[in-house]
C-alpha cells in the first residue's frame, strides 16, 4: 500500500533493537485519514471471503480495527490481556510469550462474542514473531468460528511471524511488508 | 442522543456497584456504526469551535476517539497509563486517582503531540468522578494549549464528576446522561 509506505519513509524513525517507531502517526498519535484509507484496503483485500466479526487486542490495535469494521458493517471485539493467568470461564484464552516485552500474558475474549457460526477477520497493527496473533488464532480456534485471515498493517518481513503463520495456511495479508531495516541505512520494502 | 440511550435501554445491564455493563456494543465488542453516528455527534456539537487535535486515555476511549477524529479531520493522541510514577522528561504527565479500580495512575502524553498552539478536544467512553478527565485536563493545561472541551458518550449524571468539571468552566457534552441505575429498576436518563 503505497500511501502506507510513503508514510513510513517520512514520518517512522528505526530505532536500536530492530524497534519500528510509529508513534506519529500509527499509535500514541494516529492519523484517522490514514486509518480510514487502511481500513478501506482491508475490506477491498478481504472482500472475497465472509467476514462476520472483526478481532484484534488491545491497545494500539482497536483504532484501526474499529475503523475496518465501519468498511465491513460488522461488530469488533477487543481481546483483552492479562498477567494473571486464572480468568472466568466464561472467556475463551490463549497464553502469549511476548518476545518483545519478554512477558507473558494471558488474551481473552468473552465466549459471548464468538460463535462457531462467526467467520474471523483478525486486526493488527503489527505481525513481528506473530506472538499476539498466535493468540488470537487460538482463541478463534476453541470457539470453533472460521478463520477469514488476518490483516495486518506493518509486518516486519525479516521476523519469522509471516513465514511461519503462512505455512500454517493463515490467509495473511499485510499492507507494508519491511524487508530490512537499521538506523544506518533506513528501510525498505518487499 | 436517542440511538444511543435506545441501545443502551435494549442492551446495557446494570450491576451491582453502580456498573454499568456496555460490553456488548460500547467496549470490548464495539458496534462501528454506532461509533460513526457518536462521532458524528460530536462533530456537530463541537462545530463551533476550533479543534486541532483529539485527546483520549487508553484504551477503551481509543476507538471513539479514532472515529470521531474522521470527521474533525485532525490527529488524534492516546494518553498513556503507567503505574510508575518515575517517566522520561519528553512527556506531560498528570497523576489520576481511580476511584473504580481503587488504584493511582499516571497518563502521559509525549511533548511532542501538544502544542502551544493546539485546541484540544478530550474524547472518552465514560465520565463517573471525573478523574481520568482531570488528568487529560491537567495535561492540555500544562502543555499551554487551548481546551475546546470534552466529549463524553455516557455521563453518570448522578456521581459528580460532570458538575465539578462543568463548574470548573469546562465545556462538558455528553451524549447519554444517566440520572440513575439500579439492577432492579433500570436506567433512567436525563
Same mark, same amino acid.
Given at each position: 500500500m503505497r500511501l502506507l509506505e510513503e508514510r513510513i519513509r517520512q514520518e517512522a524513525r528505526v530505532l536500536p533493537g530492530d524497534i519500528l517507531n510509529v508513534? /506519529?502517526?500509527?499509535?500514541?498519535?494516529?492519523?484517522p485519514l490514514l486509518y480510514d484509507a487502511i481500513g478501506q484496503e482491508f475490506k477491498r483485500r478481504f472482500a472475497d471471503t465472509p467476514v462476520t466479526r472483526i478481532l484484534t487486542i488491545e491497545a494500539s490495535g482497536i483504532g484501526i480495527a474499529c475503523i475496518t469494521g465501519l468498511y465491513f458493517k460488522v461488530p469488533v471485539v477487543f481481546g483483552r490481556k492479562f498477567? =494473571? $493467568?486464572?480468568?472466568? /470461564?466464561?472467556v475463551w484464552t490463549a497464553e502469549v510469550t511476548s518476545y518483545t516485552h519478554g512477558v507473558d500474558y494471558t488474551v481473552t475474549v468473552p465466549r =459471548? *462474542?464468538? $460463535?462457531? /457460526?462467526d467467520s474471523i477477520l483478525i486486526i493488527d497493527d503489527f505481525l513481528a514473531n506473530g506472538c499476539a496473533l498466535d493468540g488470537l488464532v487460538e482463541i478463534v480456534s476453541k470457539a470453533g468460528a472460521r478463520l477469514a485471515g488476518a490483516g495486518i498493517v506493518?509486518? $516486519?518481513? *525479516?521476523?519469522?511471524g509471516g513465514r511461519r503463520l503462512r505455512e500454517k495456511g493463515i490467509r495473511l495479508e499485510s499492507l507494508a511488508v519491511i524487508r530490512s531495516m537499521s538506523p544506518e541505512t533506513g528501510i525498505s520494502f518487499g
Open positions: 508513534g /506519529s502517526f500509527l499509535n500514541q498519535q494516529v492519523d498477567r =494473571a $493467568k486464572n480468568v472466568d /470461564s466464561n =459471548a *462474542f464468538i $460463535k462457531e /457460526s506493518i509486518e $516486519k518481513g *525479516f521476523q519469522n
